[in-house]
């Protein structure tokens, strides 16, 4: 079977993938007693029928976007970082550590970068230490990043209970922060919503992972790193060390959740604020094929899916919220684990047009 040209592959096959998905998620809802068309419907203008809902979406994207290009820069090294919630856990902890401790003594204007760049270190740092494991020791890198999304979670647990805590409350969080990212409305954009200027950092690192991997000498090493590691060794490739400076950055990037949900939203440290994303990371990239442009389009269906199904259940009570959990599902089993369902047909068909 001959390849599919680049066109087909990274644009028309994920567009037929996500339309087999929700082909399969309308037969659900219709054996589920509800109407496909209101659900699909309800989906669509929840997620796009008004500027609120436009900056719920991107809101959400912009999670979907740091954790997919942090899961895609791992992939292009040949690794499987599932260990995206844990950093952004560990980024959010560095975040609100340099938050706490200077925001009585510095300016917004010179705090904000410090504590992006505190979360970033904390997700870096959280990052290598499994890239250090398996590049120097052997350890799976899949195994390891699981247990540190526990270790993170425990950690996490522990200090805002016992440390972190604002005296005087019982829920574990600390105080609020001095510093917050402006939201994007104060910019013009219109409604009210809590996208803010993480999008636009989102954005920026999207570039800027794609002009690393793609247009710099390092980057195609570690590209040639992950397709065949021993080709980069006898190219006088260092492997270990794009392991684990590959981690560090993967690590970095997932901590952008964090920036998004503590200085855009939440103004303090909570737990569980992640809220999953980085998890979904890793169907943001399957489908956006590893690269920033696609992980782009990825982040936005997942973030209408996500802000979608939170007003298809306030407009069809009816409809149980476990339904749009399966929905969500279908779209990662077919665009995720499923994606080569229709390679070969399709390239069948194009050789036919030839």
């Not at 592959?9 to 007693?33: F, K, M, Q, R």
């Not at 925001?103 to 904390?122: F, T």
């Not at 890239?131 to 247990?147: C, N």
Request: net charge neutral; proline share 5%.
């Amino acid at each position: 079977m001959k390849p599919l040209p680049a066109w087909a592959d990274l644009l028309l096959l994920p567009l037929l993938n996500l339309a087999l998905a929700l082909c399969v998620s309308a037969l659900v809802v219709l054996a589920a007693g509800q109407s496909p068309v209101g659900a699909m419907r309800a989906l669509l203008v929840g997620s796009f029928g008004s500027w609120d809902s436009v900056g719920y979406t991107l809101f959400y994207a912009t999670d979907m976007i740091f954790a997919g290009l942090a899961v895609a820069i791992a992939f292009q090294c040949g690794l499987f970082n599932i260990g995206v919630e844990g950093q952004a856990a560990i980024g959010g902890l560095g975040l609100a550590l340099v938050c706490l401790g200077l925001d009585a003594a510095l300016p917004v204007a010179l705090l904000l970068p410090l504590a992006i760049l505190g979360g970033a270190a904390g997700g870096a740092l959280w990052g290598a230490v499994p890239g250090w494991l398996q590049a120097r020791r052997g350890s799976h890198i899949v195994i390891t990043t699981i247990m540190f999304n526990f270790i993170a979670a425990s950690l996490l647990v522990y200090l805002l209970v016992n440390v972190l805590i604002e005296p005087g409350q019982m829920a574990p969080e600390t105080r609020r922060f001095a510093a917050a990212l402006p939201q994007l409305t104060a910019f013009g954009f219109p409604g009210h919503s809590p996208v803010n200027l993480a999008l636009i950092l989102a954005l920026l690192a999207a570039l800027g992972v794609w002009l690393l991997i793609w247009r710099t000498p390092w980057g195609y090493g570690l590209r040639v790193a992950g397709a065949n590691p021993e080709a980069a060794r006898y190219a006088g490739i260092d492997h270990g060390r794009r392991i684990i400076l590959a981690m560090a950055i993967s690590g970095a990037l997932g901590a952008g959740i964090a920036v998004n949900e503590l200085l855009g939203t939440h103004q303090k440290l909570l737990l569980n604020f992640t809220g999953g994303a980085g998890f979904t990371g890793i169907a943001v990239a399957l489908m956006g094929r590893n690269h920033p442009a696609g992980v782009l389009a990825a982040a936005l269906l997942f973030g209408a899916l996500a802000q979608g199904g939170a007003e298809l259940s306030f407009e069809m009570p009816e409809v149980p919220r476990d339904l749009v959990l399966v929905v969500q599902g279908l779209v990662i089993l077919f665009t995720g684990a499923l994606g080569g369902l229709l390679r070969a047909p399709l390239a069948r068909l194009l050789a036919m047009g030839r």
